[in-house]
């Protein structure tokens, strides 16, 4: 099945308020995103990859260890990425339902700790690439960082919640403040409802 760039579920003014502008959504979701649908398009075609899903050819083009990972990887990767980025965020971040703070301060010990190691995860990824709160294979629910556009599902993981640290995703409203980026990701971005429909 072909790539499609999925609209976004609010309007591109709709996070001025929460810290990500307007501008950055154009660039981000218009133009970034788009072209991995594009590319991913053109290089999935007449491939043995063309008619399966984005999952399918993230899990069967990842290489473990590879310093570059082919075209098909990095595209079918980031238009998964950006998807659920979407997703993960709200104009209306709200409070966190019950059950996922419970399992967060089971996991991490509070709420802050896991945002504090969140944080310190995208902050400390060197060059491009992604934080995740992830739930592995044994149901244990942690924070990793991936680079480039290596997500979850390559480890058979169940991506929770992710944060976009490549550059384009902060630079306009942030500049190279990445780590305030992060914290107002946490405080007042991240839509917690659909978060805790991952659990």
């Known amino acids: 099945m072909a790539f499609e760039l999925p609209d976004l579920p609010y309007a591109h003014d709709a996070l001025a308020g929460a810290g990500m502008s307007k501008e950055t959504l154009e660039f981000h979701h218009d133009i970034h995103h788009k072209a991995y649908v594009d590319n991913g398009n053109k290089l999935i075609a007449g491939t ?3 008619g399966k899903s984005v999952e399918e050819i993230v899990k ?10 082919s075209g098909i990887f990095n595209n079918a990767s980031q238009h998964w990425n950006h998807t659920e980025f ?16 419970k399992a967060l301060t089971e996991a991490f010990g509070s709420v802050d700790k896991f945002k504090e190691e969140f944080g310190a995860a995208g902050a400390g990824q060197f060059g491009s690439g992604w934080a995740w709160l992830v739930k592995d294979g044994d149901g ?4 990793t960082k991936t680079e480039n556009g290596v997500n979850p599902l390559c480890f058979g993981q169940t991506a929770l919640l992710g944060c976009d640290v ?16 992060l914290t107002n990701f946490l405080d007042k971005l991240v839509n917690w409802e659909y978060v805790a429909s991952k659990l």
Do not use: C
């Not at 069967?60 to 990972?69: D, E, I, N, S």
């Open 166 to 181: 490549w550059e384009h995703s902060y630079y306009i409203d942030f500049r190279n403040k990445r780590p305030a980026y």
């Open 86 to 101: 979407w997703q993960m965020m709200s104009p209306n971040s709200g409070a966190m339902p019950g059950a996922l703070e």
């Open 60 to 69: 069967g083009t990842y290489q473990a260890g590879a310093v570059a990972q």
């Open 48 to 50: 043995e990859w063309e």
């Open 140 to 143: 244990a629910l942690k924070v």
